[in-house]
């Protein structure tokens, strides 16, 4: 009887040793599966953070605030216009210049805002980020924009040297030579060529009640329309034909350069000749992708 119980107590000691050591056991392998798995996040972690002084490639979609892109690192987003409108100086480039943007992080070869903005992103995040102006390529120059009415004068007869007449039109003058106005679009002719005198008289001549493409070609510029011509005062009056939803998706070229028409106000008669870049004075959207972090 005593070695029976003896026995079944030893049994059973030995069955509680089992169990607490398969116990022991189980949490130890949990622990060490707990650690590993923090090891590996913490890892993980490490490598794929974007931090200052990394060098990476990003793939972005440059915009304006009203959707329309300015620049992008993807080709199949540059020739789809339907998708993806461009700004007014949008230039399509050669396909194999659209690939990654590699840089250095903080080391000021993008605008800031663009630049602090991949700090701690991660390989394979995607960010959408507004910069202001001051975060991205500054205000604009005050002294680049020129106020003009949208109702004005031009003058029925002009005077001109014969180097002007020919900077302007391209060739010589000659008396009853009828040019093309480079800005207007109307007939030009030559009245009067004093050779002696160098003095050269042109008529413009359009006609009333039409409209004539000014400042660009089939993709810039924008209409006048022709109401008067008057002799005696020598004047030509006549109306842009612009509205207030053309501020900002007009471009233009003239003789001091290439310019955007923008602060369209037909309440008040005028319109703004913007000279600087377009980008200037704007806050700007950028879609930002990491790609890859390469050291």
Known sequence: MRF?????????????????????LMVSASTVVIVL???GQSEESSSDLVTVGQTIKVDYIGKLTDGRVFD?????????????????SFTLRDQTSYTQLSFEVGGGQLIDGFDSAVVGMRVGETKTITLTP??????????????FDLTETVPLLETLTSS????????GPVAGLTVTDPSWSWPVTVL????????????????????????????TGWDVLVTDIDSTSNQIALEHQLGDGDSDHIMGVDGTGTFFITQVDVEN?????????????????????????LE
């Open 134 to 147: 001051d975060e991205a390529y500054g205000p604009m120059d005050p002294t680049k924009l020129v106020t």
């Open 72 to 88: 992008t690192s993807n080709y199949s987003i540059a020739i789809d216009d339907a998708a993806y409108p461009k700004t007014l």
């Open 269 to 293: 008669g005028t319109a703004v000749k913007n000279y600087n870049s377009e980008l200037l004075g704007k806050s700007l959207v950028f879609i930002i992708t990491i790609f890859a972090i």
């Open 164 to 171: 002007q007449f020919t900077a302007e039109y391209g060739v």
């Open 4 to 24: 029976d119980r003896l026995s079944k107590d030893v049994t059973g000691a030995v069955n509680v040793l089992l169990i607490v050591l398969i116990g022991v």
């Open 37 to 39: 798995y923090q090891g």
């Open 192 to 219: 009067e060529y004093n050779t002696q005198a160098d003095r050269v008289i042109v008529k413009n001549a359009p006609t009333v009640d039409t409209e004539y493409h000014i400042n660009g070609n089939s993709t």
